[in-house]
């Protein structure tokens, strides 16, 4: 199974700043990468698939890059409602797998 | 929002069976691949079995396999699991998920129903 490991487990940014989550996968995963956000006591919501495509209705704000094995999600101008957090899946094969999650919080 | 609804959550005791259902509308529900994902009290999600279209293609995480069943239903627009010796490690709250056409993620979820395995 492909392993995929995010960093930093959490993190506490200011309302504005930018904020970058990484995952890395154990084995490439082309460009079969998605970013889900799963705010407390909800259920997760796709962000971005295909690595860097916004998901329709998904403020601009946040942007993917990444291929092969190593990704990147961007959150530029932290707002409130963006306190969650936040997953990658790879898709390349099954098991499709998560990586552990990202807690973003408000300073 | 679609709507995805499941069903058939609760508490079972180890070794125990349940059947999860999810009842869909608002779209062409036989054109759509269809997933189990779930999440354990605490922890993060973990994908457990996906069915195409037709019914005829499945696959499960390693830990299901042998034990759950992935079915659907395309004249009544439903998606089930059937769990079987199930342990405590099946706790958590599975969410019915629609994958996006010709896109390798998941773009609807239900709400999740919880299941609780325990003597």
């Known amino acids: 199974d492909i392993q995929m490991t995010q960093s930093p487990s959490s993190v506490t940014a200011s309302v504005g700043d930018t904020v970058t989550i990484t995952c890395r996968a154990s084995?490439?995963?082309?460009?079969?990468l998605a970013w889900y956000q799963q705010k407390p006591g909800k259920a997760p919501n796709l962000l971005i698939h295909?690595?860097?495509s916004l998901q329709s209705g998904v403020p601009s704000r946040f942007s993917g890059s990444g291929s092969g094995t190593d990704f990147t999600l961007t959150i530029r101008g932290l707002q409130t409602e963006d306190v969650a957090t936040y997953y990658c899946?790879?898709?390349?094969?099954?098991?499709?797998?998560f990586g552990q999650g990202t807690k973003v919080e408000i300073k | 929002e679609v709507p995805l609804v499941e069903s058939g959550g609760g508490l079972v005791q180890p070794g125990g069976s349940l059947r999860l259902s999810c009842a869909t509308s608002?779209?062409?529900?036989?054109?759509?691949?269809m997933s189990w994902v779930r999440q354990a009290p605490g922890k993060g999600l973990e994908w457990v079995a996906y069915?195409?279209?037709?019914?005829?293609?499945?696959d499960y995480v390693g830990s299901v396999k042998g034990r759950f069943a992935i079915s659907r239903d395309n004249a009544r627009n439903s998606l089930s699991l059937q769990m079987n010796s199930l342990g405590a490690e099946d706790t958590a709250v599975y969410y019915c998920?629609?994958?996006?056409?010709?896109?390798?993620?998941?773009?609807?979820r239900g709400q999740g129903t919880l299941v609780t395995v325990s003597s």
């Open positions: 899946q790879q898709a390349v094969s099954f098991p499709w797998t």
């Open positions: 084995q490439g995963v082309r460009g079969f």
């Open positions: 295909d690595a860097s």
């Open positions: 608002g779209f062409t529900f036989s054109t759509y691949w």
């Open positions: 069915i195409n279209q037709d019914g005829s293609a499945e």
């Open positions: 998920v629609r994958h996006k056409v010709a896109v390798r993620a998941f773009d609807y």
